[in-house]
């Protein structure tokens, strides 16, 4: 199994091009489902995730074909399968997404309960109450879940937590219902109007995604589309952070400024000076950074993606930091590993408070999850000694070819099996 060892690194410099991102990606490849016709994904980034999906739509019967530089061609006119088999599902939560359009397509889908990243339950009750909502029948037994109706008509359906992924499956399923179904308190994450973007682009009718209220006009089919998938925010981020950590000098390339306002806002706070220039952020960190406090929250709030890695930063900050963590229960199973490299952090419920050490120390740590993974890369980058992760299928699961990216800004990183 393969693993990542980095070495305390210089300030790293030069510049970076984030990929596209993953969280828009996913159900942008479930969306395609709903196409007739040829749909043309580009800047699609090279993960696992983008692969055991595409391995999904394959086995339901879409035609898939992947090419060099992103770009993956889909055609879904002849999908005869509706059941999403318990091998790809139990990898990835995310192809539960497929769940919509299928049901808009097939009038039927069954898959096994999600798996994933073991951050916390996320219930799938809401994406359950949407279909409902249109007039599906739901079944639940032995780990699997069915969704059958004779056909979809559209509604008003609140749902009880702004859920990112019971958003983006309401509005697939709805694109093809009979007549206008409104989503109220829906996500707005940037991620949710590229599904939108994407969808309108197919022949959907969508008003008001980016907003807390989604309009979809149902209508009779969808056909084909192109599309290029949007900056990854999350991947900038950590870029973003690899500067302030090492007291670097980084400019990311394809970037959304508007969409990371929290990061470039706390960084701020820290004392790192950015600047943006477009689809460029430029990142300059300093030596004496200062603690900071942060709380996670639904877009447009600070992301929870982003928590693990401005705690490594925090490890190492003179002072007090508080991380509250809003959204997902179990999203400090990092700090045991931060910890192993001398990081001084105690939990007291959903608040992590992490007082500033001089150094860390390296030690055989594990991604316990993507986005801890990312942050022991970046707890490595500063720690004396080699750092060995393991555990990094989390991390190719959300981030195309991190450590190569991060080598040619002069981190001393490598993968060895």
Known sequence: MSKIVVEKSPPLKGTVRVSGAKNSALPILAASLLGTEDIVLEDVPNLKDVDVFCEVLSLLGAKVNRYDGGKIVINSANIDKYENPYELMSKMRASFLVMGPLLARLKHAKTSMPGGCAIGTRPIDLHLKGFKALGADIDVEHGYVGASAEKLVGDRIYLDFPSVGATENIMMAAALAEGETVLDNAAMEPEIVDLANFLSKMGADIKGAGTSSIRIRGVEKLGGAVHSVIPDRIEAGTYMVASAITGGDIIIENVIPSHIKPAIAKLRETGCEIWENGDKIRVIGNKQLKPIDIKTLPYPGFPTDLQAQFMALMTVTEGTSVIIETVF?????????????????????????????????????????????????????????????????????????????????????????
Request: proline share 1%; glycine share 10%; aromatic share 4%.
């Open 329 to 417: 229960e179990n999203r400090f199973m990092h700090v045991d590993e931060l910890k192993r490299m001398g990081a001084n952090i105690k939990i007291d419920g959903r608040s992590a408070i992490v007082q500033g050490v001089e150094t860390l120390a390296s030690a055989p740590v594990k991604a316990t999850d993507l986005r801890a993974g990312a942050a022991l890369i970046l707890a490595g980058l500063v720690a004396d000694g080699n750092t060995v992760i393991d555990n990094i299928y989390h991390i190719d699961r959300g981030y195309d070819g991190i450590e190569k990216k991060l080598a040619t800004l002069g981190a001393k990183i490598s993968r060895i099996e």
